[in-house]
C-alpha cells in the first residue's frame, strides 16, 4: 500500500473517530473532550488532579479547571481535599456516574471487540504497536502546537 493513500484513509479513520465522540456526547449531553476525559479516568491509574487531567488530555490548566468544573456540574466527578497534603485537590469519579457511563461504553464496545477478533494475533500486535505509538505522537503533535502558542 502506498503511503499516500495510508495517509489519506488515516485522516477519514481520525475523522470517523472524532465524529463518533462527538455523538457519544451528544448522547451524554457533554462536551466531547469531556467525554475523552472520563474515557481517560477509567484507562489511566489514580489519583488524579486537575494538573493531572491537564497533562493525561494535553489542556492548558485553565481549560482542564473548567473540563474539571463541566463534569462536577454534571454529577461524573468530585473534588476532595487531599488528606495528606490540603492544599492538593483530588479529582474523583462518582462511582454511580461511572457506572452508567461504562455500561454504555460495554454496549458501543462490542462492535469493536467483533471487528479485533476478526485479526489474526499478529494483526492485533501491530495493531496495538500502532495505536501506543499513535498516542506518543499525539503528545508531542499536542506539545508541539502548545509551544507554537
Known amino acids: 500500500m502506498l ?12 475523522a470517523s473517530y472524532v465524529m463518533f465522540n462527538q455523538a457519544v456526547a451528544d448522547h451524554l449531553k457533554l462536551h466531547p473532550t469531556d467525554v475523552q476525559c472520563l474515557n481517560l ?18 489542556l492548558t490548566s485553565g481549560s482542564a479547571t473548567r473540563l474539571v468544573d463541566r463534569l462536577e456540574k ?15 485537590v483530588r479529582v474523583e ?6 457506572r452508567d ?3 454504555l461504553w460495554s454496549e ?3 462492535g469493536w471487540r467483533a471487528m479485533f477478533a476478526d485479526y489474526t494475533e499478529d494483526e492485533r500486535a501491530l495493531l496495538y504497536r500502532h495505536m501506543q505509538r ?3 505522537l499525539s503528545r508531542q503533535q499536542i506539545a508541539r502546537l502548545r509551544d507554537k502558542e
Not at 454534571?74 to 492538593?88: E, N
Not at 469519579?93 to 461511572?98: D, G, H, S, T
Open 3 to 14: 503511503i499516500d493513500d495510508l495517509q489519506q484513509e488515516s485522516r477519514r479513520y481520525l
Open 41 to 58: 479516568l477509567t484507562a489511566e491509574p489514580g489519583p488524579f488532579t486537575t494538573g493531572r487531567i491537564a497533562e493525561l488530555t494535553g
Open 74 to 88: 454534571a454529577g461524573y466527578v468530585v473534588r476532595h481535599r487531599d488528606k495528606t497534603d490540603r492544599r492538593r
Open 93 to 98: 469519579p462518582v462511582p454511580e456516574a461511572m
Open 101 to 103: 457511563l461504562m455500561e
Open 108 to 110: 458501543l464496545s462490542q
Open 134 to 136: 499513535t498516542v506518543e
